[in-house]
């Protein structure tokens, strides 16, 4: 089991920017894939973005592709989500989950993670 705390949400205008933050309990969260979801009033749990353990990997819905990135300091057991140029349809509540994937170079967006944070509010207005 790892603890997972996203901080960083908040009210933004449209166009703007916010940097999310998800600092995890363990110190073998270089061992995890990480990754941030989000769920919208009305709307499905979506991933938004993943990144492995090792190598990099990463994946981007199509909806944030150009303008959220996703990264990880694993010496300071934290995953980062940049996002840019938001738009209304971003708002909902965000949180990062953990998957064990010890030396595996890819990850996932689907929620097949085991470990989740309690989520932080992203509200764009218009």
């Known amino acids: 089991q790892v603890q997972l705390v996203e901080s960083g949400g908040g009210l933004v205008q449209a166009g703007g920017s916010l940097r999310l933050s998800c600092a995890a309990s363990?110190?073998?969260?270089?061992?995890?894939?990480m990754g941030w979801f989000r769920q919208a009033p009305g709307k499905e749990f979506e991933g938004v973005s993943c990144?492995?353990?090792?190598?990099?990997?990463?994946i981007y819905a199509d909806s944030v592709k150009g303008r959220f990135t996703i990264s990880r300091d694993n010496a300071e057991n934290t995953v980062y989500l940049q996002m840019n140029t938001l738009k209304p349809e971003d708002t909902g509540v965000y949180s990062c989950?953990?998957?064990?994937?010890?030396?595996?170079?890819?990850?996932?967006?689907?929620?097949?993670?085991?470990?989740w944070g309690q989520g932080t509010q992203v509200t764009v207005s218009s």
């Open positions: 363990r110190r073998t969260f270089s061992r995890y894939a």
């Open positions: 989950g953990a998957l064990w994937n010890p030396g595996i170079p890819i990850c996932t967006i689907l929620p097949h993670y085991l470990n």
């Open positions: 990144v492995s353990s090792v190598g990099g990997g990463t």
